[in-house]
């Protein structure tokens, strides 16, 4: 099957930065896939070479099995959604919508009607005779997918187009998002520094650390299996252990990640340690302990009972919950 997006030593750069870095990065047709990675870190960049704003310094990208280089963003079968929305104010949602299609010389009952049917994809019949003013940042962010949408893309690229909502309606917007894709069935690539937006809605997830991919993989196995420090400390709460701690604590002698849901309080045997401190966080309260030296984050779930700051307890895992990984950063 022909990649819908395919890097091969990839990279761009700056002068004397390089924001992406020999990148190599295959992405399959009709895929939900998340570029995770702290700012800086060549995600963004990634996305804009694909899109065709940026041209690389070297290296090939393939766009379904055409060679996109010095190819121009409207000559691309992909269309973005940005952050900020990007809509023009002084016209209506319809014609905000239908604008792409316009450019393309389509007429103009034609178009209206295909944008139409895009604010119902998205859940905004009805809402084409307004201005973008006039309309929430939910709406907007929906508007501005709707204009992608209508132009019927192989690849719809999306750079943090939630990082201006709110929390509660970001999830409600990252369910909206996970639908949508799978009823379009088309390759979605979704640019965000938010591991629990990447983790929740991607197929696959490729978490970038200067202007490199340092792992691939599910969701789950970049989770449960980080292969590095930065993955582990990066993409969701870790405990990453040194290799002298951890053969005081028995294991092997190497770079160790624990996750601290994965830590159990029990009354009798395990390992002594003290609270140093606690945070609720409603679904579970999280402890920070002291073993010995050691510093160690444990997240208790609701309903069960919490020592508090000062108290000595004990705490035990299971063998499998530890993850040895490279010794690398």
């Known amino acids: ?58 290296g090939e990208i393939e766009i379904f099995g055409e060679k996109a280089g010095g190819v121009p963003p409207y000559r691309r ?36 009607r295909e944008a139409e049917k895009a604010l119902e994809l998205v859940k905004l019949p009805g809402y084409g005779s307004r201005k973008p003013g006039q ?10 997918l709707a204009r992608a949408l209508v132009n019927k893309p192989k690849v719809l690229l999306l750079d943090e187009p939630l990082g201006a909502l709110d929390l509660k309606l970001r999830e409600q917007m990252q369910e909206e998002l996970k639908s949508l894709q799978r009823a379009l069935g088309i390759t979605f690539v979704f640019v965000t520094h938010d591991q629990g937006e990447a983790l929740s809605m991607a ?12 792992q691939a993989g599910t969701p789950e196995e970049i989770y449960n299996q980080p292969c590095t420090r930065f ?34 309080l029990t009354a009798e045997g395990g ?35 919490v020592p508090n700051a000062g108290d000595s307890t004990r705490i035990t895992w299971q063998p499998g919950d530890l993850h040895i990984m490279e010794d690398l950063a």
């Open 271 to 305: 390992i002594a340690a003290t609270v140093r401190s606690k945070s609720f966080l409603g679904s579970a309260t999280r402890l920070f302990l002291d073993v010995g030296s050691l510093p160690l984050s444990v997240m208790v779930p609701a309903g069960q009972p």
């Open 77 to 112: 079968n992909v269309n973005t959604v940005f952050q900020d929305y990007a809509l023009f104010p002084h016209l209506s949602i319809l014609d905000n919508v239908a604008y792409g299609l316009m450019v393309k010389g389509m007429g103009k009952t034609e178009r209206l």
């Open 203 to 214: 197929d696959r997830v490729a978490v970038f650390n200067d202007g490199r991919i340092v």
């Open 135 to 144: 309309l929430s940042g939910g709406q907007r962010q929906r508007v501005a």
């Open 231 to 264: 993955v582990a400390d990066f993409v969701g709460s870790s405990n990453v252990i040194a290799p002298a701690d951890m053969a005081k604590l028995g294991g092997a002698a190497k770079w160790t990640s624990l996750r601290p849901e994965a830590i159990r």
């Open 1 to 58: 099957m022909t990649a819908a997006v395919s890097f091969t030593k990839v990279s761009r750069h700056f002068g004397t930065v390089k924001a992406v870095d020999a990148v190599d990065l295959t992405i399959e047709p009709g895929e939900f896939f998340a570029m995770l990675g702290p700012s800086g870190s060549g995600k963004t960049t990634c996305l804009r070479l694909i899109a065709g704003f940026e041209q690389p310094t070297s």
